[in-house]
């Protein structure tokens, strides 16, 4: 058995630096955490949230799932997305995608990966959704385009759930945004479908 102890080494030294730098950090942290942003990113090992927007612990509630998608019936993203909302009440929620998304590339694609294609079908409900821009792009932009697409449907399911349209309702200073991320060279781009209160920002 591999208990993998070179992890608990690395995490002893990573909170003793951040002691040293402020002695306080934990313990301050551990009263109450109130981020500002709720982040519903990819799974994909190579899109962490905190660190790509170089945030600290404290800063970002995260969740995520394959190919960063919101679906009414997850009963795991709702809670998330309504502690954050209704309790943590943050101020911002960020759909992040990435280019190169794995989740995406299957549901373009017929194959079949085993249960997890009953989760792409939410993407492939996103191909038909956009069937003529997708058949009309070049192959070589089609993967890309899909990417941000994906972003945009999810941000429109976060908008469009019971709870940010009540947060909306009394008044709640909430914005939603769709960005993605660019594993080629760690950019973030902002995908322009802010939305605040039912009105685009
Ligand atoms: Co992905």
């Known amino acids: 058995m591999e208990k993998l102890n070179h992890l608990f080494k ?3 030294e990573w909170a003793a630096a951040i002691k040293k730098q402020d002695p306080d950090f934990f313990t301050e942290l551990a009263g109450q955490q109130s981020p500002k942003i709720l982040w519903i990113g990819c799974a994909d090992s190579r899109v962490p949230a905190n660190q790509i927007i170089d945030l600290p612990p404290g ?3 995260v969740h995520r799932n394959i190919a960063n998608v919101v679906v009414y019936t997850d009963l795991n993203c709702l809670s998330v997305i309504q502690y954050a909302v209704d309790v943590l009440k ?3 929620v ?3 995608g990435h280019y190169g998304c794995g989740g995406v590339k299957a549901a373009m694609s017929n194959d079949s990966y085993g249960l997890i294609d009953n989760w792409l079908r939410h ?3 996103v191909i038909r959704f956009n069937k ?3 058949d009309n792009a070049a192959d070589i932009e089609r993967f ?4 941000e697409l994906n972003v945009k449907e999810q941000v429109s399911n976060v908008c469009n759930t019971s709870i940010v349209q009540q947060a909306w309702q009394r ?3 909430l914005n939603v945004h769709g960005w993605i991320y660019d594993i080629n060279n760690g950019i973030l781009k902002d995908l322009d479908v802010s939305m605040a209160d039912n009105v685009a920002l």
């Open 171 to 173: 008044g709640a200073k």
């Open 59 to 61: 800063e970002v509630f």
């Open 132 to 134: 003529t821009q997708l």
């Open 10 to 12: 690395k995490n002893l």
């Open 144 to 147: 890309d385009l899909l990417c």
């Open 90 to 92: 943050v101020e911002h």
């Open 123 to 125: 993407i492939k409900d």
């Open 94 to 96: 960020v759909v992040c």
